[in-house]
């Protein structure tokens, strides 16, 4: 794989696709920090699901923002788009509860359309709606913000199909000149404007909202990446906080490496849950009881003789790793992915590709969202220790023999940034003095934002409180009652959760 993993997040009845085909008007003429007149938006539920949720009405505007923070008066701005859903039973209003999916690169207009379809399909619940309006916005570069889009199609198929491991000297300088190829594509279309697309210069974006909405106060709701971003907020603006939530914690001290190593261990980890479950009920697995044999024999197979599908794609090696990953985000996802190897054997791709498109969010016109284009424009400008391809070509070595399915691959997929020709802006990574106490909540099998990562955010911002839920896959609320109840109880009510409280898996 080309690129870094996505960790986003949406509840797991969300159609494929960014709703980028949607966009808002834009009105960057306004003064930074100010908003357009709301105006009605019933269009973006129809177009991402069909209809509205019954009850809840759709507002929609533009928050204009300086395109650098750190010269607010240099006249260019960035149109951020907001999306405001607020429920008919609201009643005693809290405020509004900003929320951000991760990525980074996922649509937070899309994801809050999801959210309000209430707690029965993966959505909010109704504690929290009829309390809160909700917010959701696509931060600078994502989606209908003034999205980056700088990867061709035939460039982002051939990331995703070249082997996550290539071994030989050939496979791997095949992937460095792909890397070279979309850096140098990305450089010469935004130039100096890179380095505006940091986590520093989105998170002043959300004060910029907070003023918009009309919050004396931030309440925030922040999945993976939106921890990183919820994180550097309230280390610039701690005072300006209500209450925050970060589910899926980032740990901003981590180097690159690091971070990347970090999800090579994850992945790891919840892929060897998976083969545990299948061993274990092996009625739901055709693959048991050796998924892990399976998966990595139909790795091998893919190499050598890739199955045809019917859109004229082979489904390389490359696009079972990508379907291997999109099925650990979700404990929901097992099963699919033991029935998609096990008709890959058959001779029939199909399941793989449904599994690595939703996850790279290809459309079956073979374009995709900006998704990994923001991920990438993002992580890179946030970094400012890339290895070398001599260092990741050493790092390839040694992470396979660690972990075997992942680590290769998470290696590899540093090779974006080593190239990558924008200045760099890196994030914060101390205590968020000033700011009220801060909840980070993390999942003990969660992949692409590893359990350890919890309590390392929560120690930095020097104000946090650990919750944990002892489930599968990535990000817990509103996973169960239990996550909750505590999260609500804080977020409306502010009481923080009992110390070292561990929710169940069911």
């Known amino acids: 794989m080309v690129l870094t993993l996505a960790g986003c997040t949406v509840p797991t009845f969300a159609p494929d696709g960014s709703g980028e085909d949607a966009p808002f008007a834009k009105s960057t003429s306004a003064a930074p920090g100010t908003s357009t007149d709301w105006r009605s938006c019933d269009d973006v539920p129809r177009d991402l699901v069909g209809r509205g949720a019954t009850g809840m009405q759709y507002d929609c505007a533009d928050v204009s923002v300086p395109r650098d923070w750190n010269d607010p008066q240099g006249g260019e701005t960035y149109g951020i788009s907001v999306i405001r859903i607020r429920s008919a039973t609201q009643k005693n209003r809290i405020g509004s509860l900003l929320i951000n999916p991760g990525g980074p690169g996922g649509s937070g207009v899309d994801t809050a359309v999801y959210l309000s379809y209430g707690e029965a399909l993966g959505g909010l619940p109704t504690e929290i709606t009829d309390k809160f309006d909700i917010i959701g916005f696509d931060p600078r570069g994502v989606g209908r913000s003034d999205p980056v889009k700088c990867i061709d199609s035939t460039d982002q198929d051939a990331s995703f199909a070249a082997p996550p491991d290539p071994v030989s000297q050939a496979d791997f300088d095949s992937l460095v000149a792909l890397n070279k190829k979309i850096a140098n594509s990305c450089g010469s279309k935004y130039g100096d404007q890179l380095v505006t697309f940091s986590t520093d210069q989105a998170a002043k974006d959300m004060d910029s909202i907070r003023t918009a909405v009309g919050d004396p106060k931030l309440t925030y709701l922040g999945w993976s990446y939106g921890t990183l971003l919820g994180a550097t907020y309230a280390q610039q603006f701690p005072t300006s906080i209500r209450a925050m939530v970060l589910d899926g914690a980032v740990d901003p001290k981590q180097t690159y490496v690091q971070g990347s190593e970090s999800q090579a261990k994850g992945f790891e980890r919840a892929f060897t849950n998976f083969t545990a479950w299948c061993k274990a009920t092996p009625a739901k697995c055709p693959i048991a009881p050796d998924a892990r044999k399976a998966v990595t024999d139909a790795m091998a197979a893919a190499a050598k003789n890739p199955v045809a599908y019917s859109d004229g794609r082979k489904a390389t090696s490359g696009w079972v790793f990508v379907a291997v990953i999109s099925s650990l985000y979700s404990e929901s996802g097992w099963a699919t992915l033991a029935q998609a190897v096990a008709g890959l054997k058959e001779g029939n791709a199909k399941g793989i590709f449904t599994l690595a498109d939703q996850y790279a969010e290809r459309k079956p016109d073979g374009s995709y969202s900006n998704l990994f284009d923001a991920n990438l424009a993002v992580n890179c400008a946030d970094t400012k220790d890339a290895p070398s391809v001599e260092e990741v070509r050493k790092l390839q070595g040694e992470w396979r023999t660690k972990y075997p399915l992942f680590g290769a691959a998470l290696a590899v997929g540093m090779l974006p940034c080593t190239f990558w020709p924008g200045e760099r802006d890196p994030y914060p990574a101390s205590t968020a003095n000033g700011a009220p106490p801060i909840v980070v909540v993390g999942t003990t099998g969660d992949p692409a934002t590893p359990y350890e990562n919890t309590a390392d955010l929560a120690s930095m911002l020097g104000v946090g409180h650990v919750l944990t839920w ?37």
Do not use: F, M, N, W
């Open 470 to 506: 002892e489930g599968e896959g990535h990000t817990a609320y509103p996973s169960t009652k239990c996550i909750v109840q505590a999260v609500d109880g804080y977020l409306i009510g502010l009481t923080v959760p009992q110390e070292g409280l561990r929710c169940p898996a069911k």
